[in-house]
T-cell receptor, first 117, second 109 residues
Framework: GAVVSQHPSRVICKSGTSVKIECRSL??????MFWYRQFPKKSLMLMAT?????????EQGVEKDKFLINHASLTLSTLTVTSAHPEDSSFYIC?????????????FGPGTRLTVL | EDQVTQSPEALRLQEGESSSLNCSYT??????LFWYRQDPGKGPEFLFT???AGEEKEKERLKATLTKKESFLHITAPKPEDSATYLC??????????FGTGTSLTVIP
């Protein structure tokens, strides 16, 4: 149990285009999901907390209009990188928290490697 | 201020050479401490949750322990396939989640 998928696993796009990344909890419901960004050989940096049915909560310094988050159902959250630029190239990882688990473990997806040319 | 610190930053072991990784934390109200393994280019893989001081969890060559100030991940007789970055994270009673910076483990055959 507690499997989280991400799609796509890898995407290359041109500067100025938008890219959508999907995060799904496959075998559990997750009211809360998280989006992280990871730079090479660095730890995970929390970008935002995604809440089903309400607006996402963004961490300080993360542009809401740049990184659009939609948590449309209890098993799906999407991150859209709008008007992507080369500096947005990174490894994006989502995680989901099991609704029935009171201890707040997060289960992570396999990540999405974004390269903006 | 809530803080999670891992040490060492990097660790090289010979195959079979046991050692421990440390995760020290200072948080207001521990709800759970988690260990993850991350391989290059992949998302973190969940290993253990520890809830209270004195608790221990084991999985194959790994054993995690918890005190009121820190957690240790003991690796017994490691193999090259244990090479990865090990991350610890803490959930607080205020619903915050903090990651340490990780320990990069390399096990040499």
């Amino acid at each position: 149990g507690a499997v989280v998928s991400q799609h796509p696993s890898r995407v290359i796009c041109k500067s100025g285009t938008s890219v959508k990344i999907e995060c799904r909890s496959l075998d559990f419901q997750a009211t809360t999901m998280f989006w992280y960004r990871q730079f090479p050989k660095k730890s995970l940096m929390l970008m935002a907390t995604s809440n089903e049915g309400s607006k996402a909560t963004y961490e300080q310094g993360v542009e809401k209009d740049k990184f659009l988050i939609n948590h449309a159902s209890l098993t799906l959250s999407t991150l859209t990188v709008t008007s992507a630029h080369p500096e947005d190239s990174s490894f994006y990882i989502c995680s989901a928290r099991h609704d029935r688990n009171p201890y707040n473990e997060q289960f992570f997806g396999p990540g999405t490697r974004l390269t903006v040319l | 201020e809530d803080q999670v610190t891992q040490s060492p930053e990097a660790l090289r072991l010979q195959e079979g050479e046991s050692s421990s990784l440390n995760c020290s934390y200072t948080v207001s109200g521990l709800r759970g401490l988690f260990w993850y393994r991350q391989d290059p280019g992949k998302g973190p893989e969940f290993l253990f949750t520890l809830y209270s001081a004195g608790e221990e969890k084991e999985k194959e060559r790994l054993k995690a322990t918890l005190t009121k100030k820190e957690s240790f991940l003991h690796i017994t007789a490691p193999k090259p396939e244990d090479s990865a970055t090990y991350l610890c994270a803490v959930a607080t009673s205020g619903n915050q989640f903090y990651f340490g910076t990780g320990t990069s483990l390399t096990v040499i055959p």
